[in-house]
Nanobody
């Protein structure tokens, strides 16, 4: 079991930056795949990024590639999402998620059903 708590959301102007944090408690997240999702009002939850604890390369949705970066601090058992060049369409509730699977095809885990553990979400609002 792992518990996830996100923080770092807020209101920012277009072009600005935010860094989201997801602190994991329970087992070390080095044995998990960690993902970020987001959900805008009236829309389905969508994949943003994934990073595995096994050293695989991070993977991003096309909509955020080149602007967002996922990285970890193993000592703090925390995964981050650095968001730069934010756009109004990035406005959403952002969720941290984890699963304890192991696969070379981890980059296919882009659906909410691929994850077993979820945080409570943090609101990100980007004004134009």
């Amino acid at each position: 079991q792992v518990q996830l708590v996100e923080s770092g959301g807020g209101l920012v102007q277009a072009g600005g930056s935010l860094r989201l944090s997801c602190a994991a408690s329970g087992r070390s997240f080095s044995s998990y795949a960690m993902g970020w999702f987001r959900q805008a009002p009236g829309k389905e939850r969508e994949f943003v990024s994934i990073l595995t604890g096994e050293g695989g390369l991070p993977y991003y949705a096309d909509s955020v590639k080149g602007r967002f970066t996922i990285f970890t601090d193993i000592a703090k058992n925390t995964v981050y999402l650095q968001m730069n060049s934010l756009k109004p369409e990035d406005t959403a509730v952002y969720y941290c998620a984890a699963n304890d699977r192991s696969s070379r095809y981890y980059y296919r885990w882009t659906g909410p059903s691929d994850y077993d553990y979820w945080g409570q979400g943090t609101q990100v609002t980007v004004s134009s």
